[in-house]
């Protein structure tokens, strides 16, 4: 049975270690705020929970608790049908190591998760899911804990000319205007699901 606790300040260089396996430079770079907000070793609006096999970091989930309804809508810089709700959260990283996949991490993430906001009085929640054909992704995670795909895209990246063009999939080394990877959209609701 995994270890699941939030994640702290001394998991920070771990964490980057983790989604670098998955992401580029540039983009830890560009999330480099939030994953330290994550590692802040306090829940808020900013949180994280990591996975653990003993002491090592094996996966981790973060994500962000908006709001008001702009900052919602502001995070998804493409067109989406994002609730208007006032008050929603954001599952932005969802990693597990590859030693470690199938083995329920993930889908226990997701669940720390989703307690978490709900206790946090947050019933709409959303999450983005990177779909590379090759690999493991989250999609049947999401679809096993009640969330409902409500966009999917083989260009969701492409909405930001500078993701589309300069930052390279990782798995495939090419812009993501060009590579097999898809994204997707998905929004759970407690008030609709029954986890």
């Known amino acids: 049975m995994p270890t699941l606790l939030p994640l702290t300040p ?3 260089d771990d964490v980057r270690d983790i989604i670098s396996i998955y992401l580029s430079d540039l983009e830890i770079r560009e999330n480099q705020e939030l994953i330290e907000n994550a590692c802040s070793g306090e829940l808020n609006e900013t949180f994280g929970f ?3 096999e003993g002491n090592e970091l094996v996966g981790l989930i ?3 608790i908006k709001t008001e309804k702009e900052s919602l809508d502001d995070h998804f810089n493409r067109p989406t049908p994002v609730s208007t709700d006032s008050k929603g959260a954001i599952l932005q990283h969802l990693y597990v190591k590859p030693d470690n996949w199938g083995q329920g991490r993930g889908t226990s993430l997701v669940r720390a998760a989703l307690e978490y906001v709900k206790s946090e009085d947050v019933c ?3 999450a983005e899911a990177w779909i590379d054909p090759e690999t493991p992704n989250a ?3 999401l679809r096993n804990e009640g ?3 409500i966009y999917h895209s ?3 990246w492409a909405h930001e000319a500078f993701v589309a063009s300069l930052i390279p999939c990782p798995t495939h080394g090419e812009p993501y205007s060009e590579c097999p990877c898809e994204g997707a959209l998905y ?3 407690c008030g609709d699901a029954s986890t």
């Open 139 to 141: 999609t049947s995670i």
């Open 62 to 64: 973060i994500g962000t």
């Open 50 to 52: 990591g996975s653990r």
């Open 10 to 12: 001394e998991d920070t």
């Open 147 to 149: 969330f409902e795909e």
């Open 154 to 156: 083989e260009d969701y």
């Open 187 to 189: 929004e759970y609701n």
């Open 124 to 126: 709409r929640v959303y």
